[in-house]
């Protein structure tokens, strides 16, 4: 009598455990251990807890709303106004607080959307390589010698006041490239492995092969790629809204800049109207970038700091009797 395996198998088949699937779990519990005892991990994760918390709940923080000019213009900091009035009677730190939510979703939305295109079409020349690998390498190369900035300034100029949706499209579109060059050298090495050897020779499909194999063991630059992509993403979004290239009248860091910039904010007396969403721009970006560098240090032990340890004591030999007492 035969006893199955597992559930729902049949006695005599062979349970198949993908090895890429074990090292995706043991890197994900890897990476999680890692975040706990890394500092800037710490730090960071923090950061952007705190900041998702503000886009998710803004009025809970501040009852104000943001877009109405309800208040007499130009006041001071007060308990009523913390950060005082615009010079078009807009409370400043219901403007700051809801326009987070604004830059997480950009953020978030661009980073995912930009990791998923890079991931796709990298691992997919590596592995597929031929004419495939060839065009669209061809296609990453033009891309990565095209200037990045300008791009984004000449085809948001010619969609002048597009919304967030299009700031997201606009930036997703051109800045996959360099993160799709990382992967595509990264998943070079791994066409020969043993597991992928052994995935071909079950008669495995290249997309599952693709999908299930080679990219859970890439977790860590993948991880490190999203957030990269999510820090240049704010930097970018915020940049065109404070050149007035995106929709003013969106309620967000990069807005509260241009308008601060129109109104001569830090000429006036109101330096809190520029200063506050340019430095909670910094706070944000800091925040990715301690990532960064904590998952980049997690993948790369040559990264890792090195830990000085306490000096042992020398042990010291034992002391040697006197001449008398071995005669005695």
Known sequence: MSIPLSLGQPAGEPRRQSTSQWAASHALARMGRAVRSNRKATVGTVLLVFFILVALFPGVIAKDNPSADAYKPHLGLSTAHLLGTTAYGQDMFAQLVWGTRNVIIIAFTVGLATTAIAVLVGVAAAYFGGLWDSSLGVLIDVLLVIPLFPLLIIIAAYAHGGGTLLLIVVITVTSWSYTARQLRAQALTLRSRDFLEAARVRGERRLYIVVMEVIPTMTSLIVASFLTNALYAILFASSLQFIGLGDPNTVSWGTMLYWAQ??????????????????????????????????????????????????QPVPQPAPRPARGSERA
């Open 262 to 311: 129109n109104n001569a904010a830090l000429q006036t007396g109101q330096p809190l109207w520029a200063i506050a969403p340019g430095a909670c721009i910094a706070v944000l970006g800091a925040a990715f970038a301690l990532l960064n560098y904590a998952f980049d240090e997690i993948g790369n032990p040559a990264l890792r700091p090195v830990r000085k340890r306490a000096p």
